[in-house]
């Protein structure tokens, strides 16, 4: 089971860190991604690390703002939040797949199988 945490209330421009750790579970050999879902609107891609930390991708929207990091021995996956935007607010997923080649990477939502609960990101302006 995957379980986020780090979510809350900020300014915008304000940063937050959100986490995404294994219950029970271990991120071996998985890419990790998150996703995010605003009110009334289909879950989005924000970002995903290959499971050897070397390849990383970001929507438009969040690069240069936003940073996917890992620690596969700690179980825990990253996202580091910098001058954050209303437009940022959203429940915020963490997803896990398994992969064979430890840079590989997978951009859609189908591609995940491993779900998070999520959790509030909500900027003020």
């Known amino acids: 089971q995957l379980v986020e945490s780090g979510g809350g209330l900020v300014q915008a421009g304000d940063s937050l860190r959100l986490s995404c750790g294994a219950s029970?579970?271990?991120?071996?050999?998985?890419?990790a991604a998150w996703f995010r879902q605003a009110p009334g609107k289909e879950r989005e891609f924000v970002a995903v690390?290959?499971?050897?930390?070397?390849?990383?991708r970001y929507a438009n929207s969040v690069k240069g703002r936003f940073t996917a990091s890992r620690d596969n021995a700690k179980n825990t996956v990253w996202l580091q939040m910098n001058s954050l935007k209303p437009e940022d607010t959203a429940v915020y997923y963490c997803?896990?797949?398994?992969?064979?080649?430890?840079?590989?990477?997978?951009?859609?939502?189908?591609?995940?199988?491993?779900w998070g609960l999520g959790t509030q990101v909500t900027v003020s302006s």
């Open positions: 997803a896990v797949r398994q992969v064979y080649d430890s840079n590989y990477i997978y951009l859609t939502e189908s591609d995940y199988n491993y």
């Open positions: 029970g579970g271990t991120f071996n050999r998985c890419a």
């Open positions: 690390i290959s499971w050897s930390g070397n390849t990383t």
